[in-house]
């Protein structure tokens, strides 16, 4: 009698270990599933981080340009500022040149109908 219920109690602890044994497989293929869920969600938050670096250094490269271009159309307009200022006197000196070149044809016309010094004195008035 005492062999059957220790054998009755070993089948007993058996079948307990069987069951515990289930459920620590199950449980540990739920931590797999879920250590598995995580490794995803962290390969795509890596994947999206290397995604947002690029965005910023594509950012930074843009506003890099950015500024590049607003120095040079600043240096441009400086330029054409420049420019017309020097335009500008070069029209002055051409005109001082017409007004000039005028005042010389009437001294040629007056030295060419004088008939004697005499005509020529106050030709400078």
Do not use: P
Not at 14 to 23: F, G, I
Not at 59 to 86: H, I, M
Not at 100 to 111: K, P, Q, S, T
Request: aromatic residues 0%.
């Amino acid at each position: 009698m005492a062999d059957d219920r220790l054998v009755q109690r070993l089948e007993e602890g058996l079948r307990d270990a069987h069951a515990t044994n289930a459920e620590l497989r199950e449980q540990l293929g739920d931590i797999e599933a879920r250590e598995r869920a995580a490794t995803a969600k962290l390969n795509e938050a890596t994947i999206l981080n290397r995604q947002l670096e690029k965005s910023h250094a594509k950012q930074k490269a843009a506003e890099e340009n950015a500024a590049a271009a607003q120095r040079k159309q600043r240096e441009a307009e400086r330029d054409a500022r420049e420019l017309c200022a020097a335009n500008e006197e070069l029209h002055r000196q051409l005109k001082k040149a017409y007004d000039h070149a005028a005042e010389l044809e009437d001294l040629n016309e007056r030295v060419k109908r004088a008939q004697g010094v005499a005509d020529l004195i106050g030709v400078r008035s």
